[in-house]
């Protein structure tokens, strides 16, 4: 068992900046791939950020490339997402998750995350 607890959301106003974290226990963690998805009102859950945990890897989808940065601490078991230039459109619940099994391909499909955390509410004003 893996789990996840995400923290770090908040309300800021646009252009300001949040740092989310999600801290992981339980099973031993090698080989992950770790992703942030976040999910606004009345939409579908989209994919955000990965970082594959051994190689350091990153993935962004394009509506944050330049604004979002994953990272992640190994000795920590702790991935990272620092927001800058935040937008309105940012609005949403984000989440973490973890690929436990590291057979994600494309990084951006929910299917390919096995475990996830509860959610850390992030609101821009604007």
């Known amino acids: 068992q893996v789990q996840l607890v995400e923290s770090g959301g908040g309300l800021v106003q646009a252009g300001e900046s949040l740092r989310l974290s999600c801290a992981a226990s339980?099973?031993?963690?090698?080989?992950?791939?770790m992703g942030w998805f976040r999910q606004a009102p009345g939409k579908e859950r989209e994919f955000v950020a990965a970082?594959?945990?051994?190689?350091?890897?990153?993935y962004y989808a394009d509506s944050v490339k330049g604004r979002f940065t994953i990272s992640r601490d190994n000795a920590k078991k702790t991935v990272y997402l620092q927001m800058n230039s935040l937008k309105s459109e940012d609005t949403a619940v984000y989440y973490c998750?973890?690929?436990?099994?590291?057979?994600?391909?494309?990084?951006?499909?929910?299917?390919?995350?096995?475990?996830w955390g509860q959610g850390t509410q992030v609101t821009v004003s604007s």
């Open positions: 970082v594959r945990w051994t190689s350091g890897s990153t």
């Open positions: 339980g099973r031993t963690f090698s080989n992950y791939v």
């Open positions: 998750a973890a690929d436990s099994r590291n057979t994600a391909t494309t990084m951006r499909g929910l299917v390919e995350y096995d475990y």
